[in-house]
C-alpha cells in the first residue's frame, strides 16, 4: 500500500510564507510525476504546481514567482514553498503522485492540509 502524508499547513498572514512537505511511503518502486493541488470552498480542485522524476517544473499563472515546488527522489518527498501568500491562496493542498509500487502502477492524493492567509 502507498500513502501520501501531507504536513505544514496554517494560518499565516498576507504576505507570509509556508512550506508544505509530502512524504510517500509503502513498497515503492518509482515516484514519477508528483504535484500539488488545493481546493478552495465552493471551488473545483486546481492544479498548483507539478514536478516530474528529473526535476522539470510548472506553475499556472496564479502562482508562478510566488510558489516553488522541489523533490528528493531518494526520501520520496516532495515540497511546496510559498511566498507571499494572498487571502485567495487559501485552500486545502493535495499532495499528488504517479507511483509505480509492489501494486502496479497508480495515482495516490494525500488527506490534504489546511492553509488559510487571513490577517
Known amino acids: 500500500q502507498v500513502q501520501l502524508v501531507e504536513s505544514g499547513g496554517g494560518l499565516v498572514q498576507p504576505g507570509g510564507s509556508l512550506r508544505l512537505s509530502c512524504a510517500a511511503s509503502?513498497?515503492?518502486?518509482?515516484?514519477?510525476?508528483m504535484a500539488w493541488y488545493r481546493q478552495a470552498p465552493g471551488k473545483e480542485r486546481e492544479l498548483v504546481a507539478t514536478i516530474t522524476g528529473g526535476g522539470s517544473t510548472n506553475y499556472p499563472d496564479s502562482v508562478k514567482g510566488r510558489f516553488t515546488i522541489s523533490r528528493d527522489n531518494a526520501k520520496n518527498m516532495v515540497w511546496l514553498q510559498m511566498n507571499s501568500l494572498k487571502p485567495e491562496d487559501t485552500a486545502v493542498y493535495y499532495c499528488?503522485?504517479?507511483?509505480?509500487?509492489?501494486?502496479?502502477?497508480?495515482?495516490?492524493w494525500g488527506q490534504g492540509t489546511q492553509v488559510t492567509v487571513s490577517s
Open positions: 499528488n503522485a504517479d507511483v509505480m509500487s509492489i501494486l502496479g502502477k497508480g495515482v495516490y
Open positions: 509503502g513498497s515503492i518502486f518509482r515516484i514519477n510525476g
